[in-house]
């Protein structure tokens, strides 16, 4: 990846099975007790230098679902009412529970 290619700090890229790359901000990423001490972590973890977690079992349509469901607990995480409902395709319901929990979201 060159200069030009590197996102700004900030962000981190999560990697589906398939090779897709996903840049959210690391406070999204923060929203899943799995990714966050890698995201927040002194060292310890290589996806911590890299700035790239690898989502070894979930495929892009997937991590894509996941993260646009980051950003929504974000925005609407100290609201109590009016939350808009998450829309999930039926046929993505079961594998989108199990990188769920996998994650812990």
């Known amino acids: 990846m060159s200069a030009e290619e590197q996102p700004q700090e900030g962000y981190v890229g999560l990697i589906s099975s398939d090779g897709h790359e996903f840049?959210?901000?690391?406070?999204?990423?923060?929203?899943?007790?799995?990714?966050?001490?890698?995201?927040?972590?002194?060292?310890?973890f290589r996806e911590t230098l890299d700035n790239k977690i690898p989502l070894q079992d979930i495929p892009h349509d997937v991590a894509e679902k996941l993260c646009e469901y980051l950003y929504y607990s974000l925005k609407y995480k100290d609201q109590v009412s009016d939350i808009p409902e998450f829309e999930i395709p039926p046929e993505m319901a079961l594998e989108l529970l199990v990188a769920a929990d996998y994650l812990d979201v």
Not at 23 to 44: F, N, R, Y
């Open 23 to 44: 840049w959210i901000t690391k406070e999204a990423a923060c929203v899943s007790k799995v990714l966050k001490p890698m995201v927040q972590g002194d060292g310890h």
